[in-house]
């Protein structure tokens, strides 16, 4: 089971932490992607890390990290210099390694935490 956590509302330009969580299965045996998805809009891969690679959708390069801390069994999302236009419900999910071409794929993906609201506005 994956849960995520650390949305919340926060002012442009703001930062955000947030977290996912496992249960049940080691999360360091898997990739971990963070999606996210705003209303009316599709699912988008925002990050997604695996051993040896941390890869960024182009809109959150330079802003966003992904790190790992295997003895917490947690996957971060470190959000940095907000804008509006990342308000969305934020998902991470689990999947085998992935090439680096399908990791934005949600497909791919064999569990999914529930979402975590990110809202950023003034």
């Known amino acids: 089971q994956l849960q995520a956590f650390g949305g919340g509302l926060v002012q442009p330009g703001g930062s955000l932490r947030l977290l996912c969580a496992a249960s049940g299965f080691a999360l360091d045996a898997y990739g971990i992607g963070w999606f996210r998805q705003a209303p009316g809009k599709e699912r988008e891969a925002v990050s997604y890390?695996?051993?040896?690679?941390?890869l960024y959708a182009d809109s959150v390069k330079g802003r966003f990290t992904i790190s790992r801390d295997n003895a917490k069994n947690t996957v971060y999302l470190q959000m940095n210099s907000l804008k509006p236009e990342d308000t969305a419900v934020y998902y991470c999910?689990?999947?085998?390694?992935?090439?680096?071409?399908?990791?934005?794929?949600?497909?791919?993906?064999?569990?999914w935490g529930q979402g975590t609201l990110v809202t950023v506005s003034s």
């Open positions: 890390i695996n051993v040896g690679r941390k």
């Open positions: 999910a689990s999947a085998p390694s992935l090439p680096s071409g399908l990791w934005r794929v949600p497909s791919y993906y064999n569990y």
